[in-house]
């Protein structure tokens, strides 16, 4: 951040009083510019042993496969993003279930937060930022065209719970060890 966007002054890094961490202050008008992580929301179609999956029509990861999910609109619910971005990215309709993993990605500033959720139909297709949907058995993932980690950690979560007939709350943490070539660390909770 370079400028206020209340006076539009040049900004500042400092701490301000009462707090412990360097902000954007705007020494004009005395604003402080707080910047929070943002929140992803999106959902894990099911249907009859299988889960909807969207192949990435816009960057980052054009082409690889994903979950519908994106981020979170001011205004609604976490639970309503997962399916408003299920019918946008995949023009699915579902049934929200449960909440089911959670990740902190602090590299990217994030939160990613997904549901499990029923397919109300078939009647899906791809919507403006996906290239193809297509429901997958497990043995049918494309493994490794995953768009990100928090998918794939997400879905073998997934496939690991229903083999056990009980799904639980996942919780965790992905760190990114290096940029080239792709690499992370998962930590859960």
Not at 30 to 40: A, C, E, F, V
Not at 145 to 167: S, V
Request: charged share 25%.
């Amino acid at each position: 951040m370079n400028f206020c966007s209340q006076c539009g002054a040049k900004v500042e890094l400092q701490i301000p009083e009462g707090d412990s961490r360097q902000r954007h202050v705007c020494p004009d008008c005395d604003t402080i510019h707080y910047q929070n992580p943002r929140i992803i929301t999106g959902c894990l179609p099911e249907w009859e042993g299988q889960v909807l999956l969207c192949r990435r029509a816009i960057e980052p990861r054009d082409g690889y496969w994903t979950l519908p999910a994106g981020f979170m609109e001011n205004g609604e619910t976490t639970h309503g993003g997962a399916m408003r971005e299920t019918l946008e990215e995949a023009n699915a309709r579902v049934e929200v279930d449960a909440l089911f993993s959670l990740f902190n990605l602090p590299h990217a500033d994030q939160v990613f937060m997904i549901y499990r959720g029923a397919l109300l139909d078939l009647d899906f297709s791809p919507g403006e930022e996906s290239l193809e949907v297509q429901l997958f058995t497990e043995d049918e993932i494309p493994w490794d065209e995953l768009a990100f980690p928090m998918i794939e950690q997400t879905l073998r979560l997934y496939f690991r719970d229903r083999l056990a007939g009980h799904f639980a709350t996942h919780v965790g943490t992905i760190q990114r060890v290096s940029k080239r070539p792709r690499r992370y660390c998962i930590e859960m909770h």
